[in-house]
Every structure is written in structure tokens, then in C-alpha cells.
């Protein structure tokens, strides 16, 4: 559960726009690669310095400079001085945890957005910061750790007929959004599942405790996941309605349906928050009733049984019957013991009546 | 109750635009049906294949194409090729787990709602996606399952005096929305005697812990709906205000009687769900007054009787009353048994006293 | 409880626009008045059939025509093809479950109303829709049963000197209106009474668990008013801010007092739910308050003398004392009884001290 | 509590513009006062008749004419008659219950504000509305009852250096309605002071079901100064910003200072509403968790001791141990009770140490 | 606690625009101390009058005045005379318990924000009024205490190289209200720490009822927080977007980055709310889960035992077996002891198995 508590003070006191990585260290190595295409043509390499990457922005092909590790400020300082990025934008980059957000350049767009993976042994959700520059004909993305979310894209660049290959940057970066965005449905799916399993568990009425802790921690996770993807909604809205040069009007026609998409996300997060909240009430609500039916057979038990046991306990006592007739005389009672049964079972059978009316049985 | 929950996760990593059905094969064979009509002459086919139908949106009437079925891809290829339809609008009518919503293009109109069928035996809300192509003289709809909710409207177009004969393509899209929205208060009725039946249930202090299961399944339904709908809201209001050219004014006045019906099926949904959820807190009222009493009853038995089987207890011992007068002198006493009974009596009574203005009786 | 849940679904696939009453026949016949003044005349009379109430139109004076009861559909039909009135506009006074709304054409505007009267007997608010057409010299009200509220504005048009009498048709139409808002506060006073005396109730501890259906279904009937003064509050609104050539300009200055009206009746109804809300609470806390002081009487009770019968039944055994001094050597003690005494004493009174510490005495 | 529920329905029916005084007749005789002044001069009179403070109108000076009591409609009448004021505003003058509210008219401003005031004996807020009339150089309030919350601002009028002797007639209301505002903050520290004290009191644990009943009233307190200071919100907001010729350029800016109070004053409403029931939920989690401990004590003495008891009870059993060694051989042990009391003493334990480790001890 | 609940009452009555201090005297001594600079000099003093700051803003550089301590009025009042600030804004400036807000002026602009500091002793969060007046070449900010959190921004500014020295006063103002934002990110991060401790210990199942204590406090200390952050949106907001001369465009975009971090603050805080409320929740259903499980416990002990004690009661009875063959024969059975054993066996079986299949053991 450590995601959601994320220190924010390392950087008190500082002067805005200081370039320091305020993560962990999370990878050995950065990872610096470049994807170069246009429609004929595809290059694709690793290379060990940033700056080996800056002749490919010159030419008119679309290039991806895609970034793991944030660790070596320096590669965020050459490109600061090569790509003319504000300083805030660098600082933004390397403060793990933004708030996804949007700011529009005279000659880039700045995105940030949070990806979400699901950690399947620990149950956790995992997130990572996700930056991207749109330039003229470029998209620079920025990844804490290096991973395999973007593989499919890479896929379909390598397709010579795909529709990425005859589109330009900002095709691109709708790419690199749309799947973030596809990635927020495989948590949900998950986080389904979870939910349908814990509702079964609470109708067939397992009374474990830890279906509470499995609760509060689903609840925690889709608190977690709106306080990415509300914003994410933003971000993509301000992407639709800015009329930036950067981004090509058939390509807003796509960034609508990436909307959709993020509305379809953040509908199906307040769903699973209000679904997540009706099975803990359903919860509390069976242990109530358990408690009640408990209370029953306790108060049936007792109810029945203490008067009897009273009865039982006078014919115990040891009073003198020798001394006086008024001492206990039923203990000398031809029929005693037969007239004490039946008033214990007509006692009994009273009080059965009595709850039987009162709906106890 | 696997409605809510659809699996998103089948087309991640895939290009935007591809397309590819998401949801199950729900009939065995597409059905193409074309009716095509104007004040005068009307035809109705069933067509093999959807080239059939392409001839009919020539002419100058009316044509309505119905497609049951979504899993032949190719009959939509051939409609995006022949209509000009955006692949990514392609791509939504596929993926059948949308959210209502509209989308303007120069030539058509592209809608999204999802109908709902109450399935009596299983006591579920089943929903289905219904795309809307509306062109120039043309309206094309779309099904994941043949239904009969249309056969209606289909009688309608029948009637050569109706206005929908004398009215264009315009006219009948918002007849099909209409009664899609109409098919809401159908689920709201059902919905709404489940509200009045759980509420005398409980009322009558039905206490089956089947209610709890019950209103819990409501919830989750309302929850549903309302998932539906207000999107739908947005949907008709967008219709109401966009100036398409492809709605005529005269259309517009229905258009807003169909935007007030949507509103008032989602005051109807808002309302149901308080309702439910006031039905709720009356059932755990209602066992926490139970429970009460049920406390009362175990409190006043064990609180009468308790003390009066100690002291029974105490002369059922055995002290020797031979070796000392000290030894409980009481059982060698004349009247020994009377106080007793009078003691006995005595508390009882003043307990009984207690309770009473303590209002437990 | 049956007014909320009314039936939508009776007009299911019917043809926008069709004449088909929904409602229940309320009233055996429609009785049809009209009420033609200006400042120097007034006419008032019954009419037998719609068509005689068209003359009175055609002059200059303000006419008044009202409708009660609305089974008979060719009435309807009638003032259709005589006013020119919409279909939709004949269709929405014939289903009698219409949210509050206005419309604007251009001859004329359409405004539905829901009035509300309290059933003294029953103790439910019972809801009419009341239908009212404003025309440039003339209002058509349609009521479902005939009622007495319009009669003190009947009496105001008797008076010569009133302002009514000076004013023109729109001021009738505020007029009438203004006496439908002012019923709310009719109900609103009766439910005010009802949530004092609610209050007092519980905050005398009654615990009469009718408290809590009576709470139940005021909230329920607050639901209900709510769900039919917020649209109101729109109509209202419109009304003032829509430029018609219908309202003059002096009498927006009463129709901004009306929206006052509304305003407050919707303020009240909302505090009126936190109230009611305000007071489950209260009695839920005391319900749990009262199992707690129930809990400690019959804990005090019972720990008291659990262990107290528990040493009582020690001395009670028949170990044989005979064979061997270690059997029950107490039992032939001179002081034995006396010691036990002791002991008994000492243990109530140190468990009273216990509780008297845990503050429960 | 009475402050809350008015009766609303005392004109249902009448004309709108009637001149009737609504509320209770609560000071015996009216009082009119005037105050005249200007930077030079400064006159103060009380006065019989109304008539007697129109000259004051016609001077250059700022005029006050405070009217203490309204039972005396025809003051208003005249009022009505000489500063040619809408029937509709001497009718909400009249109509004590209402919600604050602004309205400009052509050469006067309406203003209706309420006046809260502690009733230190009753522990209940007591409001009063006080209107106020703008017009180009007078101001004419209205009291319910006689006060003395205007008193220090009539000591800022006889100073001659003061602001308000520089000022015009909207300053002088402008420091009206500052001074009710800044009665609201008095309000507010009393209610602070309660909100603390309840906080401690259940903090300490008081189980006294007093507190209940004081947070119950204290919510009712704190929703009854929201219904009151929202809408002063709006209605100082638009004074800000309409621009109407009776307010000075100069005094906007102490305009936007009060509506910074407002806001204040709405904002301290809203947090002690969250305060209120936070202190709630506080009381309930504690008593919860008593009820959590006595059912421990209970259970622990129960459960040990009952047991016990049955052994104990199995030895009073009078078998006949004469007629077969099967009966009740332990009876005849030698160490026979030295058995059973290491039984007893080793199930206590057994049982304590089971309490430990559930950490029920 | 004692930091929501401030007193308003202190200057009910006086004119607007008094100068009165509010607060406490924090501190002894009023220190003011100037800082000016400009790229090349740079400047330290600390003053003992407020006359002697004056000459600094003379010049062109970039003079920042910081007054520590309010209690000695007349400073304000020479401050008020000098650079003619609004009496309103003094009067602000003095109260110290304003809502954050800016208000524009034509040369300068005022803005009061709220200041945070944990008291690691006490765990209270303590605030303090941080007002600045931004004027041309001039920042003039005012504190209660005297305090150390701007000595970073103090070191910057000594830095020859830092954008600060190259800036003007609106950066200055930014970096002000950066360092004050930035402290609420030290908050939030204690806060967070106590959160999942919280979480831990409950989670952990301690249930003493410090806990709800520690969480009532964080809930309040969270609504504190909220209700000083939410204005500073607004503050910041306005500051972004009015169009003043006293802001450089390239300040503008710092600004920007301000107005993220207070909404990641916000956003914090909500989320920490929502956080606190599922702690909460968590909390009482697992004193619901124990306190049924204790029930159980007792349950299935006197459920087991009572019965079984009434038996052996009933062979503990005294009836004279030797006067009839009715009394009590199972006395002399030879078996009679063996019996009673198997009884007593069979119904505790019997119990067991009952509770085993209502799941409760």
C-alpha cells in the first residue's frame, strides 16, 4: 500500500525548476532508444548517449526517443539545451509523482500521465510516471523503469501498411496515450474480478475477517486509480479543445475516442467505488443479522432454562421438613416429582409459544 | 450478475480502427433486413447480403437497414467502404461494451445507447448495445441479438396514415431512440414494484436475510441503469442543440420530448436508488430493534432469575447443622420455607418494578 | 405509498403524439367552466361542450377555461385543432405522470405543474398534474379531478378592484401558478408538524418501534415532493428568462417573487430531509444507547451471581465427608456458614467497587 | 426549537402584493427613529408618525429610518404610498419567514437579511428579519423587534470624524449589513465554544446520553445558520456586482470585504457541520466499543463459571450410591474434592489462558 | 485543538478599517528586516524602524521587507500612510484568522495565505497568517512569529547565479508563496505516515480505543488543512489568470507550476480524507466482527451448559423417594449415573454439531 503515500518533501526549499530526480533509483542503467520511420523507411536503435539521438530530429521522418531511468540528470540537462525545454518541464519530469497534467509550448506539448500495473503476487497496483514531449516531428517519453507496455506499438511501427506509418508525430503520441489509457482496463478487469469474487464470498455468507481487509484494500486501490485517471480526463479534454499547430486535425478525430475511452474508465472507477461500498454494507449488514440470530439462540437457551433451573434448585434445598409441615411439604408429595415435570415441561412449552409468536423460531 | 462487469482487455495493443468483434457470438446467423418506405410505397426485405441493401439508399425514400448480429466483420468492412463511414465509428459498433454517445460527421450521425430487457427468470437486467447510422436518407441500425422491441415502430411504418410516413430519415432515428427510452419505464416499472414489494416486506418485519440479498441486487441493477442513462442525457441533448443539417427543425420538437423523457427516467432512477437505499437503513433498523428486544427479553428472564437461584443454591448446601447453631440455623427454622418463598416473591416483584420504569415491560 | 411509483410503460410503442389517457378515470364527468373578464365585465359559466368555450377567445377579455377530469379524449382533440396546439402538447396532458416543465411555441406556452394535497385520513400527499396553456388572451387549466384550490382566485376576479382584474392573461397564468407553489407550503407546514412532533417523540426515548416506519416514510414523502419542486424550479426560471411577446413586462417582477416561493419551498424541503435524517440518527444512537445500558444491567446482575451460585453449589456437592477429612472439611466447620457468608459479600462487593470503577453504576 | 419550522401557509390564497403581517405581534408599540446627518450636522428624533420622517428624505443628507415592530401595516402603506415602493417588497416586509434575498429596483435597492441572536437562557438562536431599503440618500430597516445591535453603529454616526459622517446612504447600508454579518461571527464563537466542549465531554468518555440530544440540537443550530447565511452569499455577491447608480465606485471595495466575511462565516458553518459529525461518529464508535467490553466481562465470567457450575452440580446429584458402584463412585474417593477442585482450577485457568489469547484480557 | 475555533467576536462593532491586532502577542519583539537586491548587489539589514526601510523602495532593485510579529499597529499605519495600502487590506492584515484570498489593486497586490507547522510535541498542526503585499519593485510580507521557513529562499537569493537575482518582485512574491505551499507538502507527508500507521494497527486488530481518538484528531487536523488549501486554489487561480502589470508573462508560467502543486496538495487531501473515513470504517465493522465473536463464545458455552446444569439440578432435588415409586425413581436405577452421563454427552454432542453447521465454530 506504499504507492499512495509518496514523500513529496525531498525538494523543500529548493529553487523551481532545480533539475533533481526525487524516485528511487528503480533501474541499473537508463535505457535510451530511437525509433526513426516514415512512411518508406525504419530505423531502430539503442544508443548509449543522448546526444547520438539529436540527428534524428533534424530530418523529416518521425523519430521516438524513448527514455528508462531518470536517474542520470545529465541526459535530462542535454536535452533541456538541445530541445529548448522549460526548466519547469524537466523538474516536472523528474518529480516522480505529478499529477497527470498538460502544458502547451510555442513548439511542444508537455503530457504527463501515470501507468498502472498490476502486481499479481503482492495484490498491489504499481504506478510509474509516464512523460511525453510532442515536438514538430518528434515524441521524447520518459519511463522510471524499463518495461513492455509499448511493445505492441513498436509492433505496428514496424508494419510498413499500418495507418502510424503514414501519420505524424501526434499520431504518435495519441498512440503512446491510447495505450496508456487500453492499460487502465486490464487493472479494471482485475479489480472486476476482485469485486465479483468478494460479492459471491459475502452472499454465500463467509464470515471470515478478512473479506473486511480484502474490502478496504479494493477500496484504496480504486481511490488510487481516480486520483489518476480524473485528471487524465482533463489532460485529454484540453488535448481535444487547444488548437495547437502540433496536432493535425485528422488526428483529433482519434484523441475524441481517447476521451471516450478515459470517460469509459473513470464511469467504470465510480461504478466499482459505489459496488465496492454496497458489499461492505452487504457485509455489515450479515454480521448484524448473524449476531441477531445468535442473540436468539442465546436468549431462547437461557430463557427456557434458568426459571427450569430455579424450579430444580428450591426442590434442592435442605429446609427441615421434620421440624414443620410448612417446610417443603411438596418433597413428601405422593405425585412431587411428576407435578414438578410437568410444570417444568408446561413452562417450557409456554415460553416455546411465546417466541413462536414473536417470530424468534 | 456479469453484466456490469465485461472484460475490456481483449483489444489492448491493437491499432486504433481495427476491427474486431469484442463480444460473444450471441445468434448463430446475421440477420440483414431493409424496410424502405415513403408516403406512398413501402417494401420490406430480408436480404442475404448487405450489398442487397445498398441499391434502396439511391432512392429518394426512406431506407432502414437492421442488422442482427455483429460477428460477420465483413458486412461492417463493406458498410465502411460503401457508406464512408470512419473506422474508428466501425470499431465502437464491435465493441459492444460502449457508453452512449454521440459523434457528428459531415454526412452522418453516428449514436450509441444500450437497450435493456428485463429477463424475468433469472431476475436480471440483461443490456445490449444499439449502434444508429444516421445518413441523408437512410438510417442503419445495429444489434448484438434479434429482438422484437421494434416490431412496434414496424407497424407503425406499416400505417400509410402515419407521420412517419411523411416523415424523412430524421424522424425515424428518433422514433428508434424513442423507443429505446420507452423500454427504460418498462425495466422501471419492474424495478419499482421490486421497491414496493421489498418495502412492505420489510415493513412487516419480514426478517429473511433473503431481503438484505434482495435489495442488494436492486442496487446493484439501479447502479446499472443509472450507468446507462446519463450518458444517454448528454446523447439527446447533443442531438437537441448540434445543427446538423441531417435533423429537421420540425424534428427538433420531438427531439426534446425524447429529452424529457430521458430526464425523467433518470429522476425515476435517483429516486429508486434513495428509496433503496431508505429501505436499507429501515432493515437495519429494524434488526437493531429486534435485537433489542431480544436483549430485553434474556436480560429481564436472567436478571429475575439469577439471584433467585443463588439463593436456592444456599439452602441446598450441606454445612453440618448438628456441630454448630451457626450453620444455617434458617433451614431449622419453623417458617423457614415461607420466608424463603416470600423473599423470593419479594425480589422478583421488585425487579419486575425496576423494569417497568425502566419501560423494558 | 402508491403515488411515486406510477406506471410509465402503458404507452410502450404507441406513436409519439397519440391521444391516449394513461392516468386513472378520477372523476365521473368532465365538468368544463369559463371565466371571460376584463376590468368592467365578468362572465362565468359551465359549459356543456368544449366547442362553446371558442367564442369567448375571439374578444379582447381575458378568458379562463378549465378543465376538470380528462377522459374524454375528443375534448383534447378539439382544443388541438382549435388553438393549433402541438400533438406532443396533448399527448403530455393526457400522461399524467409528466415531471414539471415549460414550453415555449409561438403562439403559446405549455406548462405542467404537479399540485399536492395532503390526505388527512391517510396521511399521504396525494399529487395531480395540473396542465395550464397560455395563450395571448386566454389559459386553458387541465385538472385530473375537480379540486377547490383555484377558488380563492376565483374570488379575486370577482373583486372588481384587483389587480387581476387590470391585468392581462399572463398575469392569470402567474396567478394561478403562485396558488399551486403556495399549496406547497400547505404541505410543507403539515410535514413540519410532523418532524417536531418526531422529534419530541425521540428525544423522549419512546421506543416504539413505529417511530422508525413514520421517520421511513416521511423521508419517503420528502423524496416525493423534492422529485417534484426541483423541476419547478427550472419552469420558473424559464419562465423569467425566456424573452415572450406572451409575458409582459411588468408582470415578470411576480413571476421573480414566484421563484422566491420556489426557492423556499425547495430550501425547506431540503432542510426538512437533513431534519428527518437528523432525527434516525438520534434514534438509532439512542436505540444504541439502550442495548448498552440493557447490556450492563444484565452483566452487573449476571457477574455478580454466577460465581456466587457457583460456590453455593460447591457446598451443595455430596462428597462423602466420612471416608476422608479432605472431602468438603469446610462443611463441618463451626463457622463454615458464616465464613461463607463472608465470602459472598466480599465478592458482590468487590465487583460492585470493579463496575463502579468502569463507571457502569 | 421553534425557530425552524415557521408557518408558511397563513396566506395561502391571497392576492400577492396584500399588505398582512405574518408574524407574531412581538413589541407592543412600533418605534420610529430617524437619524439625519451629514459632515456637518447630525440630527436624532424619535417620531410618532411616519409622515414625520419624509422631510429628512428631500434633504441632501443620508437619512435612517429604523422601524422597530410591523404589526402597524399602515406605515407600510404610507411608505409604500411616499417612496413609491413595489406592493410585492411591502409584502415580503411583512412576511417575516423570509429567505434573504436582494432586488434591485429603479431607484432603490431591497435587501431581506436575517438576525441571529443567541438566547443565552434557552440555548436556542433566535432569528429575526430585518429588510432594508436603499434609496438615493435614505435607508429605511425594519425590525421585528426592538435591538440593540445597530447601537454601535449609531456611535459611529456621532462621531463626526468617522468614516460613515464622509460617506453616503450606500455606506450607511453597506455598515449595516456588516454589523449583522459580524453577528453571525458571535453566533459562531458561542457555537464553537459547544463544539469544543462536546468534543472533551466525549473524548473523557461521558456516556451520558445528554450529549446525544446536545450534538442533535447543536446540527439543527448549525443547519438552520446555513439555510440563513447561503443565500446572504448571493445576495452580497450581487450587490457587488450589479452595477446600479446608488452604489458608489468606493464603497464596492468594502462590499467585496463583507462578501469575504460572508464567506468566512459560511465556510466556519460548513466545517462545524463536519465537526458536528465527526463528534458523532466518535460517540458511537465509543459507545460501541463499551458495549465491545461488557460483553467481554460478561462473557469471560460466564463462560468460566458456568461450566464450573454444572460440576458442581453434578456432585449435589443424589444417585443412590448404595445400590450400584456405578453411581456416583467419586463421591466415595478419598481425595474426591481435592480432584475436583484441581478440575475446577485447571478450567479456569484453561479458560483465562484461551481470554489471553484472543486478547480478550 | 484550539487552532479552528478562533475567535471572531473581538472587533464586532467597530468601524471597518480599524487598525486593532486580533491575535495573541506571538512575540516579544516586531523584527523587520529588509533584503535588496538586484543582478549585481545585494543587500542584508535588520531595522528597528519601519521609516528606515523606506528609501529601499526607491531604488530599481528588488527590496523584500519581512515584518515578524503585528502587535506594534503603528507600523502598519506607517506602512498604510506610505505606499498608501487600502485601510481594509491594514485591517486584514492585522485580523489574523482571514480565509486565503488576493485582492488586486492599481499598484499593488494583497494576498494572504495561511502557513502550516506541525508541533511534533503536542501533534497539532499550528497556523499562522503569512500576509504580502506585492508592490513595483517591492514584496512586503507580514508574520505572527518570527520563523525560519523562508532561510532557503534567503540562500537563494544570496546566490550570485540564481534566476531569482536576474528576476523581478512578482518572482520573488512566487517564490514566497511556493516556499508556503511547499510546507503544506510537510504536512501532508506526516499526515501520510500517520495514515498508514493507523492503517497498520488496525489492520492489526489492536483495539484500544486510542485509535479512534488518533483518528477523530487526523480527521480534524485533515479538515483544517482543507479548509486553508481550498481557498489558496482560488488565490493562485486568480493570480494565473488576471491580467495585472505588476506579473512579467515569464513569471506567469512559475505561477502555473504553483497551481498544480496546491492542487496535488488538495488532491492529498481529499484523498487523505477518503483515506481516514475507510480507517474509520474498517474500525468499527472489526469491533463489529469481535464483539460477535465474543457473542459466539458465550453463546455456545451457556447454550451447552445451562441445559446441562438443569439436569443435574433436577438429580440434585430432595423429593422423599421413599414414599412413592413415582418420586424420582432414576435415583436408584443401578445405571442411573451412566445414563445421566450419556445424556449429558448426547446433548453437548447434539449442541456441537448444531453450531458446526450454522458454521459458527
Known amino acids: 500500500m506504499d504507492h499512495e503515500i509518496r514523500k513529496h518533501s525531498a525538494k523543500i526549499g529548493l529553487s523551481p525548476g532545480s533539475f533533481i530526480y526525487t524516485g528511487e533509483k528503480k533501474v541499473e542503467e537508463v535505457k535510451i532508444s530511437v525509433i526513426d520511420y516514415n512512411r518508406q523507411h525504419l530505423e531502430k536503435h539503442v544508443v548509449n548517449r543522448i546526444e547520438d ?56 506539448i508537455y503530457i504527463v500521465t501515470r501507468m498502472m500495473k498490476y502486481d499479481e503476487k503482492q495484490h498491489v497496483i504499481n504506478s510509474e510516471q509516464i512523460s511525453l514531449i510532442l515536438g514538430k516531428n518528434f515524441v521524447i517519453t520518459f519511463q522510471e523503469v524499463e518495461g513492455d507496455i509499448f511493445d505492441p506499438l513498436r509492433q505496428r511501427i514496424a508494419n510498413e501498411n499500418g495507418r502510424i506509418r503514414r501519420s505524424g508525430a501526434d499520431y504518435l503520441a495519441y498512440a503512446i496515450l491510447d495505450i496508456i489509457v487500453d492499460n487502465y482496463f486490464l487493472i479494471l478487469d482485475t479489480l472486476g474480478d476482485e469485486i465479483e469474487s468478494l460479492d459471491e464470498k459475502v452472499l454465500e455468507n463467509a464470515s ?13 486501490e480504486l481511490l488510487f486509480l481516480r486520483k ?85 434448585g428450591i426442590y434442592g434445598m435442605n429446609f427441615d421438613t421434620a421440624i414443620s409441615p410448612f417446610n417443603m411439604p411438596e418433597l413428601g408429595f405422593r405425585y412431587g416429582y411428576l407435578i414438578f415435570w410437568m410444570l417444568t415441561v408446561g413452562i417450557a412449552g409456554g415460553l416455546l409459544i411465546f417466541f413462536r409468536k414473536k417470530r424468534w423460531l
Not at 533534424?58 to 524513448?66: M, Q
Not at 542520470?72 to 505529478?98: A, G, R
Not at 479543445?241 to 475516442?257: A, G
Open 53 to 108: 539521438t539529436f540527428p534524428y530530429n533534424d530530418s523529416d521522418s518521425v523519430s521516438w526517443i524513448n527514455i528508462d531511468g531518470l536517474h542520470e540528470v545529465e541526459i535530462l540537462q542535454k536535452i533541456n539545451e538541445h530541445y529548448e525545454i522549460h526548466p519547469l518541464v524537466i523538474e516536472d519530469i523528474l518529480s516522480t509523482n505529478q499529477r497527470p497534467k498538460i502544458e502547451f509550448f510555442d513548439n511542444y
Open 228 to 312: 489518476s485517471t480524473w485528471p487524465l480526463r482533463e489532460v485529454i479534454s484540453n488535448l481535444q479543445r487547444e488548437e495547437s499547430k502540433l496536432i493535425k486535425k485528422q488526428t483529433i478525430r482519434f484523441v475524441n475516442d481517447l476521451y471516450d475511452h478515459t470517460i469509459q474508465v473513470i464511469d467504470t472507477v465510480e461504478t466499482y467505488r459505489e459496488m465496492a461500498s454496497g458489499i461492505l454494507d452487504l457485509y455489515l449488514t450479515s454480521i448484524s443479522n448473524r449476531m441477531n440470530e445468535v442473540m436468539k439462540v442465546l436468549t431462547i437457551i437461557a430463557t427456557i432454562f434458568i426459571p427450569l433451573s430455579f424450579i430444580a
Open 208 to 220: 471470515d475477517e478478512g473479506i473486511v481487509k480484502q474490502i478496504h484494500h479494493l477500496k484504496r
